[in-house]
Nanobody, 113 residues
Framework: QVQLVESGGGLVQAGGSLRLSCAAS????????MGWYRQAPGKQREFVAT???????NYADSVKGRFTISRDNAKNTVYLQMNSLKPEDTAVYYC???????WGQGTQVTVSS
């Protein structure tokens, strides 16, 4: 069983920054993809960014140039550095592991205008 524990959410003014972390523990494949998704009130969960153990990265167009995903494979931890935050970035951010398929509990990010 895999557990994903997120941290780093909070309230920030527009233009500010936050850094999210997600630590994975349990029976994790040595080759995997970890990433972040988000869900705003009344909307479906959407893709934000992913990174593989080999370092392949993908970003949603809406966050390119503002967010940076990284990982520490030795710690099974993925990070999301969020800069130039906008009110439309407000959402619950969920950490994801592709195999075995796992989700974190979510961390709230609120950006005030």
């Amino acid at each position: 069983q895999v557990q994903l524990v997120e941290s780093g959410g909070g309230l920030v003014q527009a233009g500010g920054s936050l850094r999210l972390s997600c630590a994975a523990s349990g029976s994790i494949s040595s080759i995997n993809v970890m990433g972040w998704y988000r869900q705003a009130p009344g909307k479906q969960r959407e893709f934000v960014a992913t990174i593989s153990t080999g370092g392949r990265i993908n970003y949603a167009d809406s966050v390119k140039g503002r967010f940076t995903i990284s990982r520490d494979n030795a710690k099974n931890t993925v990070y999301l550095q969020m800069n130039s935050l906008k009110p439309e970035d407000t959402a619950v951010y969920y950490c994801n592991l592709n195999w075995p398929p796992s989700w974190g509990q979510g961390t709230q990010v609120t950006v005030s205008s």
